[in-house]
């Protein structure tokens, strides 16, 4: 049975949005040839990257590797197009390394992000149970109690907010009680 939480989302996205990035800049080498991606492309790439690593990471696969594929093979997708967006691109279709590259990448990359997902669960597992066996809890950590003592200030709010304090004469005594008067 799954967690309802699942604390390998965030390990699928940076994965997603890594490979993503990192395919898409292989492939257009072995397709696009000697020219590297200017800085413009490359900032966009990294930012489209980013925003598929939060979506993956917010979204829970349904289907094991093959929707990790589907993500993989969205994710390269609109990395080539983000390459494809700088002022010195001159190919617009993929060569058909470039497509074998993608091709290839999106299986294993699929297979190698669920098998760190299943690594991880694991791990967390084992480091539950023996902290279990153990017999140590997470306990949380608490405030000190408050302790009250003679405050002088107390003492002086009590005399601001007597009636005995009138607008015109003299003020009127008022009677401090014994244990607001400080020692």
Not at 32 to 45: F, K, Q, R, V
Not at 51 to 63: E, F, K, N, Q, W
Not at 104 to 123: K, S
Not at 153 to 181: F, M, N, Q
Request: net charge positive; aromatic share 2%; hydrophobic share 50%.
């Amino acid at each position: 049975m799954q967690s309802p939480t699942d604390h390998t989302a965030r390990l699928r996205g940076a994965a997603v949005g890594a490979a993503s990035g990192a395919v898409a800049i292989f492939a257009h080498g072995l397709g696009g040839g000697g020219m590297a991606p200017d800085g413009s492309a490359l900032a966009l790439l990294f930012a489209v990257c980013a925003v598929i690593g939060v979506v993956v990471a917010s979204v829970r696969p349904r289907y094991g590797v093959a929707s990790v594929m589907g993500m993989l093979a969205a994710g390269q997708g609109i990395g080539h197009i983000a390459l494809s967006m700088s002022m010195g691109h001159h190919h617009h279709a993929m060569s058909p390394s470039m497509l074998v590259a993608h091709l290839v990448a999106i299986p294993f990359g699929a297979l190698a992000i669920r098998a760190a997902e299943a690594g991880m669960r694991r791990a967390i597992t084992s480091v539950r149970r023996f902290i279990l066996a153990l017999g140590i809890t997470a306990v949380p950590a608490q405030r000190p109690a408050r302790t009250t003592s003679v405050d002088e200030r107390a003492a002086v709010r009590l005399l601001l907010v007597s009636p005995a304090i009138a607008r015109r004469g003299p003020p009127e005594r008022t009677r401090i009680p014994a244990h607001l008067v400080p020692a």
